[in-house]
Structures are given as structure tokens and as C-alpha cells.
């Protein structure tokens, strides 16, 4: 009604400090006859009271209140017992950190990962070393996963046409509708989800599709055109794993095994120690990349062209057919030139190659690339094959289209999927939403399918959750919960039972353990087993054994050449939410992408030579043209695109009230077309005139020319000389004093040494530094300023053409010099040395003056302008190490390389009579989470360390060492091929 004041905003405003002007308003509204009509409409008897305001009335209005609030503390709120705190839990010793092996999810895929808990709360995620896919690494969304919990964003009640409801009332609702499917066999009922992997959820679903034989079951996946891909080549869909160790060459056409994705963690890994192992036997393992748009597997590629998405078809057609003793691919392009390239290390490595697509790649890309490795012999010795790890049998979001258009659907459930915002514009799901009686939600987030719902249900974060999921290789992984949950919610699993169980315990864990429970097997001997299974955070040898394969039929036919007009569309996951499943995580939308270093949107990319040819510069705005749809962003040059491809990155153009996401970037997935859902053909490219620069965290990335053997960036050609710095080289003359000798209280000198060559730019160790290092989020604007604050940057550079230029990574940490110049300009002491190489800062004696962030050749020191923490909610404080200060505004902060850390190892060691620290004991939060191993940090006095190790290799040099700050952090080299590999392949 109007004049009705909007609650929530008035209470915002009461918290904001506005108390007097907002009780005058309130007189005012209840004063207004809109408001007593208003009153009389929907509580007709508080009407009567407030009409004749008495102290008698206020009484009654009041103790009704009263009693209804406290009625409400009369329910059950799902925990099974409380334990005081004054009698300690079992195992929690306070301050102490401990931590659960579970699963991150990922599109429905699980990664192994460590959950460290403190005084009962989750504070930071780390990889399972033990888990055999992800080894110990992590991924953005993994580390990003525990802000998650605490989102504020999170949905926190059951909504009934927007309105808060309850599961009892939920409940109340379904009764009558359960007992008419159970008569008409689920008749009209649809179910649509994401990709399950999860046995016990699958397990539920099959149990609602036998007692409901009638409804139907559709799922949404982006990995469609894998599985099918693979089921035009052998005849059924099967997944494909590579062994990178048993690999001599590597041929990507749009591979994406090293870009963010279910898969990233686990193949990262297996590509470094390929890599390394290689490198030990004296050789490179190659890998050549071809794709529309670079990505971090073509920006680590030895070999990279950028070329059109038809073109690749072409290729595999034409490395096919030389593979069945034709010739050799043609062409005198630079794309021609590079397929004879890849083409002649796939063939003098036959039988030990690796020819991959990704997920974006077309079927029939994917069915030729199958054919084409097993030609060269790779199906089975280098690429192993397994049954789907997702569930199979649903039907597709076109075909769940087409059954409400048909009236054929009277009740849908949509389980935590969100297609009103995924699903490709051409299906525009909302407008056939509408056509269904009865819309149920359930989600993580009250999205944009839970506002087009008439009942939205929150499903539990899977930190406070139990549950399990499938890793790519099959790994069973388990999930279970950190901490009591926090709104209630349910899992998948337990929604689903309820459909079918009714009045029968339905509750997570006993669902869980009835899915694994082996037939006959006595208690004592399950919990033992399923105990066992906790504590390693999965299942052993649960992964499926590999399948043979072999290729049926014929090679997919060509497409007849479309006319040659518009601009190629390609549409790609965003570096940094991905789907946008995570879009109001703040973490996620400040971690710059990898390759633009955008924050906070998405742009629109596109190559040098067309920007050149529409006359188009970073930041003019730019409009995509298609079938009467159009998306407008602003422009961004990437080099390394295909010159006629234009990018649109997924994830943005939310619409969700109060959402931190809402009004970020544009809605790529209007353009995308319903049968090639990665491409689009024909588009119109137009300036709009306007202009609106992205914010990015780096504004220059043309490698700068090597001066006198100062290059940035070193890469060193295997087998050719050292690019290292002289090991035996004298010492340069300093003003400053060499590092203090060890005592007994000093039992370590500290150092990092980063590998440029494992390095793929994932940013897992930039998000992992935040959460364990508090952190704050700065905002778009304060980024645009160049007030970004986080502690390790990923510097991005390119080197040679700017249309197919090499591309490198390096992580910039702290460095911590011995020399440090941030130390002599301090005016007040505020950084200062210890006697372990550690630079320190000290915050209660940092004034401001900001002179140690100009004195730093490294540019890593951060300044708090603002008091970026101070108004967190609270519900996110909780998610802060206690460990780690949380600063005010005006004080310098910087990597401290996890002095926490040490502090901690210390401690245990001065429990064994001050006995040092083993290597290995002490490991930073980025060595942590990266993937691929590529740092290494311990005690570089002890010359038998790993980080003693890796500074001894010849690759070893220092970041701008002829400035002589003798930095502890310090890089190996990247790796190439020498002068004689280049020309034998």
C-alpha cells in the first residue's frame, strides 16, 4: 500500500544512527489514515485497540507480543544436544585449531580438502594431502568457500510467495500433494537439478523415480557436449582422464585442463610433476595450445596460436587424416604453421601423446579428437577412460522447455539449480515458469528462479552439512558438517526424502550412513569402516577401474561453411565466479582475473586487429548484437584472440534485490543460443559512444626488454645455460649489516622460492592469503584508485606479438629483504628486521606517512586507507583468524609469510627442549593452496631444505637483485624448448 514504510529499511536506517528522524517518522505513518486502513485490513482487532490508544490497550497489544515472541523460542532448531562450554568438548582445546577432512563442491564435483576449525569455527580451508585427485592443492572457490558460510547473502528462512514462511508450514503445504502423486504415480511432477554426483543423493533420486514412475527428472550441465562428444565417438558417454606422466607432447584445441573448472586441482598437479619429472630426464614436455580466446592452458602452452572455434575442426580433421597416412596439415597462416608444429611432435611421439578439448568445444570437436588419439595410439596408454561420475538419464532444459509448453508439467521442483538465470536466453525459462501451477526452490541462495517461485526452501552449506560427492576420477569423497548449522537449511538428499519417506526419519547423517552401509555388516564393524573413512575424508579405492573403449562408426560429417559475416561469439565461465553460483561472495568479485585483472564486472574481449579495425579502446562501451537480444559491456584487448572472436565472460548481470551481485557486469547468457550454448556465429559488434573504464589491479603488461641480464621475467631453455644468478658470485658492497648469526633462540633463517614454470596464474594462493591474513575487500572504486590490499599480487605480462604473444605469471609476495629498503625510510621504526630474515611490520607504530611503500622497489606494501573492516556484519567477523590482527584505517600492512605460523611451529618446538623446527612443519597459505606445488618455503640455513633445495637449481635468480636488496623470495626460471627440440618438432 503506498505510504506503508518498508520495514527493513527503517530498521536499517535505526542502525545507521538516524534514531530520532526515524521514530518521528513512524509517529507520522501511524498517525496516516493509509496506515489504519492498512491496520483494519490485516489485523482487524489491533486495529480496534490502536483506534482508542489507553493504557489498557497498550497493555493487551504488548503482552500479545510478548507472548507470541516467546513462543517462538519454544521450537526445535535442529541441533541433537548442546554441550555447556564450562565442560570443554571432546577433542577442542581452547585457541587450538582442528581440523575435518571433507569436500569443497564444485558444479556438482567434490575437491578434498582440510577444514581448520577454531573454538568450533570454520576459519580456513586447506587441501587434503591425502586425497588421491586434488593432493593437497585448492581452488578459488574452494578457499573462498568458507566465506561462504558466513555470507550474509546466504538464504536464512523458507519464503513463501516471498514472504517468510516455515518448514512446518512447507510441509503442511506438501501433504496433500505427495498423497495425490503417490496415487497418480507423480503424474506432472518435474524435477530439475545440476549435475549429481553424490551416491546418496543419487541414491534418494532413484528412489523418487520408483515410487513416482511417472515424473520426470532433467538436469542442467555445462558438461553436455563432453559426454556427448565422447558417445559420437565410442557409442556411450564415458569421461576421459589424461596421464600427463606418460605423455612426450601435449596438443590443446580449446583445452581448458589448466583453467578453472571441477577438474582444475587434480590436473594442475598431474601437469607440474609431468612436468618436473620431464625436466629431470632432461627433456620438455610440450604443450601446444590453439584456441579462440587465451585462457591459463593456452597461457602456459610452449606453443600458442589463437584461432577461430570453426577452425579447430578443421585442424583435428586434417591431423586425422594425416594420422591414417595423409598429409600433413597445410597452410601457410601462422595458424597452418603451428598445426604442422603440433602435428609433428604428436607424431614422433606416437603412443605417448595427449590430444585434448575442453569444455566449451563443440561434439563434434570432441568426437574427433577422440578418434584422432586413438589413431595415434593414446586411448588407453595416456588417456584412460571411466563411466560418467555424474548421473545420467535426465532429460535437457530444452526438453523441460518444451514439457511447460506442452502443459505437461503442474508441479516443478527445481533443486539447487538456478535456470531462470543459466539457462540460455533463447529459452527465457522465467516466461515458462509462469506456466506451472506449483514452482518449489530450494538453494543456497534466494536467486533469480527462487523469486519466479511460489515457495523457496535454504539448503545447508556444505561445511554444516553431511553428504558425499565424486571427485573426476570417481574418488567417493565425504562431506561433513564443521559447525552446528546456522539457518536451518536442508541437503539436497534430505529434501528429496522427504518426497518419498514421509513420516520416516529423514535427517542427513542417517541417510548418509544408510547409502554406505554394506549388507549384513554389523555395527560395530560400519562405524569402524565409516569412522575410518571421516577421518581420511573419503572413501578408499572408491574411484572406478578404467574402461576400454573403442571407436564405433564414422568420423562426424563437416558443416557446410556458413557465409562469412558478423563476429564470431564464444562464451566462457568467468575466471573468478565461474557460473556465478558465487556472486555475492566479495572475495571472489575483488580477486582479479587472471589474464584482464578486472574486479568487480566482466568485460567484453576482444583481439588488437579488430579493436584496431572498429577504432575501439579499452574501456569504450560496446554492444553485442543477435537475434533481436543485445548485451552491452565495456571493451577490453586481449592479446592472443582470434581476430574476428569476440568473448563474453558468465557469471555477471545478476538481478537479485539487496544482493551484493546485483547491477555487476552484464548478463552474458541472454545472447547464448539453445543448440551451440559456447558459440555464437553472425553477431554485430557497436560502439555506443560512452565510456567506462574497469577496474583492474594492473595497468601495464608488456614485458620490459632485458637489460643486462635484468629481465622480470627468465625463461631458461632445457638443456641450454643457466639464466640464474651466479651462484659463486661475490657479494655487492651494502650499507647494511650482514644477517644476525642463530642462537639457541633462533632456529631458522626464513625464505621462498617460486617456481614460474609450475606457476598457472589460478589465484589460489591470492585467495588463500586473504582468508588467512583478514584481509579486507576494498570496493570497485577504492581499486580503481589503486587501493586493492591484497598481500601477493600475480603479476600478468605478455612478450613478442601482441596477436599471439607469450604469456607469464610470477606471484609477488613480500620479499623480504636483507637489505630492505622500506626499513631505512621508515621514519618511526614501524618495519624492522628480525633475527630470523623476517621484515616485520609493526602496526601500533606505523603512523601513516607511507614513505616504506615509495622506499619498496617491489611495490607490495599496502596502506588502510579506510577503515575497510570496521562494518562488516557480524555474522562475517566470525570468520576472522584470531591469529592474525585485523588492522584499523591508516596503517601499513604486507605479507608477513604467515608469522603465525612460525609462531605456532616455535611453540611445539620449545615443547621438545627448543629443538628446531623440522622443514616442512611450517607451510604459508599460499604454498598451501597451490595446486601445482610451484612454492616452497622452510629455513634456507639448513642447506638440506627444500627451499634450500630450489635455490641451489640453476634456474634460481632474484626478483630486480641488481638493486641489492638480497630478497629471501626468490624464482626459478621458466622453462622452454632448446634451439634443437624446437627444430626436431
Known sequence: MTGIPDLPALRARLAGGDGPRFWRSLDAVADSDEFRTYLAVEFPAASCLAAQPGRRGFLKLMAASFALGGLTACGVDGRDYEVPYVKEPERIVPGAPLSYASSALFDGFGNGILVTTRNGRPLKVEG???????????????????????????????????????????????????????????????????????????????????????????????????????????????????????????????????????????????????????????????????????????????????????????????????????????????????????????????????????????????ALVHRLNGALGNTGTTLHHLAPVAEGGAGSLSDLAGAMDGGEVQALIVLGANPVYEAPGALDFAKRMERVPLKIHAGLYYDETGAHADWHLPLAHPLESWGDVRSPDGTVGLIQPTVAPFYNGRTPQEVLAFLTRADEGTDALGLLKAQWRRDGEDDTAFEARFSEALRLGFFADSAPAAEDVRVTGTAPEAK???????????????????????????????????????????????????????GIADGDLVRIEAGGRSVTGPAWIMPGQAESTVTLSLGYGRDVPDHLSRGLGYDAGTLRPLDTPWRLTGARLVRTGETRMPATTQHLGALPDDEEGRAIIRTQAVGGPPVGDAKDAAPAPSFYPPPESQDRWTAAQWGMAIDLDACTGCNACVTACQAENNIPVVGREEVARGRWLGWIRIDRYYEGDPEAPATHFQPVPCMHCEAAPCELGCPVEATIHDSEGLNLQVYNRCVGTRTCQSYCPYKVRRFNYLDYSGGMPPVTQQQRNPDVTVRARGVMEKCTYCIQRIASARIDSAKDAHAPIPDGTVETACQGACPTRAITFGNVADPKSAVSVAKADPRNYALLGHLNTKPRTTYLAGLKASAKEGQRT
Not at 523418487?208 to 559426454?227: C, N, Q, V
Not at 601446444?288 to 602456459?300: N, R, V
Not at 597445410?330 to 614422433?348: C, E, F, M, S, V
Open 560 to 614: 557446410a561453411a556458413a557465409p562469412a559475416s558478423g563476429i564470431e561469439v564464444v562464451f566462457r565461465p568467468d575466471g573468478t565466479l565461474y557460473d556465478g553460483t558465487h556472486a555475492d561472495l566479495a572475495w571472489l568479485q575483488e580477486l582479479p582475473k587472471p589474464l584482464t585483472k578486472v574486479v568487480w564486472e566482466n568485460v567484453v574481449a576482444l583481439s588488437p586487429a579488430l579493436a584496431a579495425r572498429e
Open 128 to 366: 587434503n594431502p591425502d586425497h588421491p585427485w586434488s593432493r593437497g592443492g585448492t581452488d578459488i572457490l574452494g578457499q573462498a568457500s568458507v566465506l561462504g558460510l558466513y555470507d550474509p547473502f546466504r538464504s536464512q528462512a523458507v519464503q513463501h510467495l516471498g514472504r517468510p514462511a516455515s518448514w512446518g508450514a512447507f510441509n503442511g503445504a506438501m501433504l496433500a500433494e505427495t498423497a495425490t502423486w503417490r496415487v497418480t504415480g507423480g503424474k506432472g511432477l518435474a524435477l530439475l537439478t545440476g549435475p549429481i554426483t553424490s551416491p546418496t543423493v543419487a541414491a534418494e533420486l532413484a528412489r523418487l523415480r520408483k515410487l513416482y514412475p511417472e515424473a520426470r527428472w532433467f538436469a542442467g550441465s555445462s558438461r553436455d557436449g563432453i559426454l556427448e562428444g565422447a558417445r559420437l565417438a565410442y557409442g556411450r558417454p564415458v569421461e576421459t582422464l589424461p596421464d600427463f606422466g606418460k605423455a612426450r607432447a601435449i596438443v590443446s584445441l580449446d583445452g581448458d585442463f589448466l583453467d578453472l573448472g571441477p577438474g582444475q586441482v587434480g590436473l594442475s598437479r598431474r601437469w607440474s610433476d609431468a612436468r618436473r619429472a620431464a625436466l629431470a630426464e632432461g627433456r620438455l614436455l610440450p604443450l601446444f595450445s590453439a584456441a579462440p580466446t587465451p585462457g591459463l592452458t593456452s597461457a602456459k602452452a610452449d606453443d600458442a596460436v589463437p584461432a577461430s572455434a570453426g577452425r579447430l575442426e578443421a585442424i583435428a580433421r586434417a591431423m586425422l587424416a594425416a594420422a591414417g597416412g595423409g598429409a600433413e596439415p597445410a597452410g601457410d597462416d601462422p595458424t597452418g604453421r603451428w598445426a604442422r608444429r603440433a602435428w609433428t611432435a604428436l607424431a614422433q611421439g606416437r603412443g605417448a601423446g595427449i590430444v585434448t578439448a575442453g569444455l566449451s568445444a563443440d561434439p563434434a570437436l570432441h
